[in-house]
């Protein structure tokens, strides 16, 4: 498995190529930013209809990392569908896959801005979850400790040779851990912008995903 | 055939003037459906257009529009009502004479919908707007004819084909209008004629005297040019030395970039303080404003530009003008040097300047062919597909239609005539529903069938997006370039943004002649400070590299042939024997491949003289195939003319790599992934609306909602790889930055003629390649490794460990 290991809050935690996070310890596999149905809702507002495989393709990604890790518990960490519509109105094969996925395994949807109320999907709805020394939300709080959230679809940007290669990314310091999006419509912050600059401390470290993740001091 | 009204052959007369053959010709030709008049800049081209609209509007007077003048430039657009003006006003005819471009103001553009001028000056963009509002047919009642400026240039866009679109639905709206096309000297008059007629109509093609040939010669320099490069800088004093000796002197460059090098070179040898100039598309419009203004007035002594300049505006005297670097297409050149006095009758005056050794031979093989009126260019094929997408958009926001009428209408313009109604189908298909495998967008349909057939919009607001994002001209991603800390700040102009992502604080680049120092980005602007003391790095810009055309190719290689060279400058014709000595010099029925040692490497240099952008796919494709074989390629560059590769093994049997079949699949695996069919998808995702540039917001970029357009492409040649749109990018790519067409055309030619020279060190021909600049590693592997050996760097450097 291509992954890059890291320690956080005295928890050895594995950022996967996939921009998924793992725990081994707990079991325990985390995304966030599904944005499932995102096509649909553009499509719906008298947007462009795009090509509509990104449900599809998002779900098959997860249910690859599932497989590949065993994982016994699963959190989405917010901002899973585009809009609480959306929840409604993903195809029926979309649906089945993640009735499929939720089999055998404990399954957790936090609360995003996107949406933001109870979806009519099996699993438990929180708007944030503690386990052992972590707490998982959507959105970073000022001041938590220990903190896995979502939200800002970070990304990372890095000079080699004479090329700029830029992919979403981890970004993690002493008191949070943010995770990339996860969806396959979804675009991404530069960690440089002043919202995640201003909330990273000194320290913090990006990890690039990508075929071959790779970890370098957060790019400012 | 009526006569031209006496109060016009009076103001002829008056002027001391008389009317040209070609301009009579065209008035005898008013009532025809279709004209096409090849006249040189300068031939009083434009009256002979308006000429039959002053006539009828002197005979009959009447109100509401009559003729509608379309040109590719704003700034022609606003001229010619400059240039009208005066006649109009001297006949004594009382008419509105008005410009619409996107510099219109919107109060003005209003009142045009409900009380439009006698003649209407516009653009293709413009244009296709007004025929997307619902009250089009009462704007456009009883036009008579439409004037289509520069025509040749439009032809070879997709500019051209959206106006041949907006004219087709404009005949159906106004069935006696007649056309016209004025054209600069073109290979292939009858294209255009094809072009622009309403299709079957015939269209008679008018020459007019081409006047006397230009007087075209190699500018001679004491020093040698170098053996590559695009600069020139060699050539800067005997230049200035021209620029002395003439009133005013454009001097043409093929890239931006190089404009910009020479332009700052000149500067620095410029001890008289002579006025000279730079003009290029990528400058902020205010400089460029100012340079055409003071360049009318005649204060400058020179104009350092790009394309931007080939269209016809008169620029008044200039009577010189400089080609810098090889010209890589001959009709080109000929329109360029065209632009020098215009006075009728008395020869252009243009030099060439070649860049380095090679295009030496390119010059005189472009001078030779210019001399002979052997002019060059490529068939463009049918229309293309996106631009038919986008055309069905704005039919619909003018109001529902019928797919039959719709159809038959669109096959009337010239690009879209051998459409056929299956290909119309899946475009009509793909704007109502996306025309996806899956059946996803069945309740969001963008464009309905009501239950009498007519197609409509579902959603009637959806037509001010259409209408927002209309056109076919592609604003790569560029950012505003500022100077930093002057109040507001002084706009530069653009640079592309993968370019200001490669820029760190502190690294300089030119634009618009200065040196400028990077200090940040700010609110998607780039902020830069004035610095003249460093070596500057150079700004990329979007400006298309040119291929050298097949007709050019040929005859250097048919040069090539000659027992010697009497034409070339002797250090040229040296290098090229001391090649024929030492290898051989390529010929054009046979493929010469080179295979020698140098610095610890092994190199193979192929000389398909495929252009730039062929001998670029090949390179990607013989890299692959070698990779596959275990011949170990690092990486490789290319020119024009040759592709050279370099790696760990010797190439001892290359006729494996050259299958055709083999390259072809190769091709279609490689493109999958490629980021030139990224760049295509995009483009054609845009114009025929998948994307949206415009929202009503402010521009995308930086923010996290939306995404790459490379994502869906992904997604499409993933689970849809079939799609119209993924089709339509195959098409685009391949004739485009692909070229494989000339591959094929090269293979083709060369059979079984490969001839691979193995030679201990590296030869003449092969030797300035190594000078070359957009050396290319081997992909895949290459980038992750990069990405982990500076990750391990930088962790280091930050006394940071990863577990």
Redesign the interface.
Same mark, same amino acid.
């Given at each position: 498995m291509n992954k890059v290991t890291f320690s956080f809050a005295d928890q050895t935690l594995f950022a996967l190529a996939s921009g998924a996070l793992w725990w081994p310890d707990k079991c325990l596999l985390c995304v966030s930013d599904l944005h499932l149905g995102k096509s649909e809702r553009l499509a719906r507002r008298g947007g462009p209809t795009l090509p509509p495989y990104d449900s599809q393709d998002t779900l098959t990604r997860l249910a690859a990392d599932i497989a590949r890790t065993g994982a016994e518990t699963v959190i989405c960490l917010g901002d899973s569908f585009d809009d609480l519509d959306a929840s409604v109105a993903i195809g029926a094969a979309e649906k089945q896959n993640i009735i499929t996925l939720q089999a055998g395994r404990r399954w957790i949807w936090i609360e995003g801005n996107h949406d933001p109320g109870p979806i009519d999907l099996g699993g438990a709805h929180l708007s944030e979850y503690m386990l052992g020394p972590l707490t998982f939300r959507h959105i970073a709080q000022h001041g938590a400790r220990a903190e896995v959230s979502g939200h800002f679809h970070p990304k990372a940007r890095l000079r080699a040779g004479n090329r700029s290669i830029t992919r979403p990314a981890f970004l993690v310091d002493d008191t949070r851990l943010i995770l990339p999006a996860y969806g396959t419509y979804t675009g991404g912050l530069h960690s440089s912008a002043p919202a995640l600059n201003g909330l990273m401390g000194e320290r913090a470290l990006a990890i690039l995903t990508g075929p071959q993740p790779q970890i370098i001091p957060m790019p400012r | 055939m009526t006569p031209i009204p006496a109060r016009i052959t009076d103001w002829f007369t008056a002027k001391g003037w008389s009317i040209h053959p070609h301009q009579q010709d065209m008035f005898d030709r008013a009532q025809d459906p279709a004209t096409l008049l090849i006249a040189p800049t300068g031939g009083g081209k434009t009256m002979a257009g308006f000429l039959p609209t002053l006539a009828e509007l002197a005979d009959r007077p009447r109100d509401g529009l009559h003729t509608i003048y379309v040109s590719p430039l704003k700034a022609l657009a606003a001229d010619i009502r400059r240039n009208l003006r005066g006649p109009a006003d001297e006949i004594g005819l009382p008419i509105r004479i008005e410009d619409r471009t996107g510099d219109t103001s919107a109060t003005q553009k209003k009142r045009q919908r409900v009380d439009p001028p006698h003649i209407l000056l516009t653009t293709p963009e413009s244009l296709a707007l007004l025929t997307s509002y619902e009250d089009a047919p009462r704007m456009f009642t009883g036009v008579q004819r439409i004037i289509v400026d520069e025509i040749h240039a439009l032809a070879e866009s997709k500019r051209g084909d959206q106006l041949m679109l907006a004219l087709a639905r404009l005949q159906s709206l106004c069935p006696d209008l007649r056309r016209v096309g004025l054209s600069a000297t073109v290979e292939d008059p009858a294209a255009i004629a094809r072009f622009l007629a309403r299709h079957p109509d015939p269209c008679q093609i008018i020459q007019a005297d081409p006047g006397p040939d230009p007087d075209i010669r190699m500018l001679e320099t004491q020093e040698m040019p170098p053996w590559s490069g695009g600069g020139a800088a060699y050539s800067i004093p005997t230049v200035l030395k021209q620029i002395k000796q003439h009133k005013t002197t454009l001097i043409f460059h093929n890239t931006r970039a190089q404009a910009e090098i020479f332009f700052h070179n000149l500067w620095l040898a410029n001890d008289d303080a002579l006025p000279i100039g730079i003009h290029h598309g990528s400058l902020d419009r205010q400089q460029r404003e100012r340079v055409e203004a003071a360049m009318v007035r005649g204060d400058l002594r020179a104009i350092v530009c790009t394309g931007s300049l080939d269209l016809g505006i008169d620029w008044g005297d200039v009577d010189l003008v400089i080609q810098i670097g090889a010209p890589k297409n001959v009709k080109r050149l000929v329109q360029r040097i065209g632009r020098a006095n215009h006075r009728y009758n008395a020869p252009s005056k243009a030099l060439l300047v070649p860049a380095n050794r090679f295009e030496v031979v390119e010059c005189v093989a472009a001078l030779e062919a210019a001399k002979a009126h052997d002019l060059d260019g490529e068939p463009r094929g049918p229309g293309p597909r996106d631009v038919l997408c986008q055309h069905i958009l704005i039919a619909a926001a003018a109001g529902p239609f019928q797919a039959d009428a719709l159809f038959a209408e669109m096959t009337a313009a010239g690009p879209y005539a051998r459409l056929t109604r299956a290909e119309f189908d899946a475009c009509l298909t793909f704007c109502a529903?996306?025309g996806?495998a899956?059946r996803?967008?069945d %309740?969001?349909?963008?464009l309905q069938q009501r239950p009498d057939g007519q197609w409509q919009l579902?959603?009637p %607001? /959806?037509a001010q %997006?259409i209408r927002m994002n209309l056109g076919t001209i592609q604003d790569t991603d560029t950012l505003k370039v500022r100077l930093k800390r002057n109040r507001g700040g002084k706009p530069l102009g653009e640079v592309e943004e /993968?370019f200001a992502?490669?820029l760190?604080p502190g690294d300089t680049f030119l634009i618009g002649g200065q040196i400028v120092r990077y200090e940040g980005l700010r609110e998607m602007v780039v902020e830069v400070s004035r610095r003249a003391d460093r070596k500057p790095k150079i700004a990329t810009f979007s400006g298309t590299k040119f291929a050298t055309s097949t007709q050019l190719s040929d005859r250097i290689l048919r040069m090539f042939a000659q027992p010697d060279w009497p034409q070339l400058p002797s250090h040229t014709a040296e290098w090229l024997a001391l090649q024929r000595d030492m290898s051989r010099l390529p010929h054009r029925d046979r493929l010469l491949i080179e295979s020698f040692p140098n610095d610890g490497r092994e190199h193979l240099c192929v000389y398909g003289f495929a252009g730039r952008n062929a001998q670029q796919t090949l390179g990607l494709l013989l890299t692959k195939r070698m990779e596959e074989t275990g011949l170990a390629p690092l990486g490789f560059v290319a020119t024009d003319y040759a592709t050279l590769i370099w790696g760990l093994d010797a190439v001892t049997d290359p006729r494996p790599l050259f299958q055709p079949d083999a390259l072809r699949d190769g091709l279609e695996i490689w493109l999958a992934g490629n980021a030139v069919m990224k760049r295509t998808f995009r483009a054609s995702a845009t114009i025929a609306? +998948?994307?949206?540039r415009n929202?009503g917001g402010q521009r995308k970029s930086? %923010?996290?909602?939306?995404?790459?357009s490379d994502? =869906?492409y992904d997604? =499409?040649l993933?689970?849809?790889p079939e799609?119209l749109l993924m089709q339509i990018t195959r098409e685009e790519a391949m004739r485009g930055l692909v070229d494989f067409g000339r591959i094929e055309d090269m293979l083709a030619r060369i059979g079984d003629r490969i001839d691979l020279i193995r030679l201990d060190r590296v030869s003449p021909l092969a030797a300035p390649l190594f000078l070359e600049v957009g050396k290319i590693?081997v992909k895949g592997a290459a !980038? !992750?490794r990069? +990405?982990? !050996? !500076?990750?391990e760097r930088? +962790?280091r450097a /930050?006394g +940071?460990a990863?577990?």
């Open positions: - | 529903t996306g996806y899956l996803a967008y %309740r969001w349909q963008r579902r959603d %607001r /959806a %997006r /993968a992502a490669s760190t609306g +998948l994307i949206e929202t930086g %923010r996290q909602a939306t995404f790459s994502i =869906l997604t =499409l993933k689970y849809d799609h590693p !980038e !992750e990069l +990405l982990a !050996e !500076e990750s930088l +962790l /930050a +940071l990863a577990s």
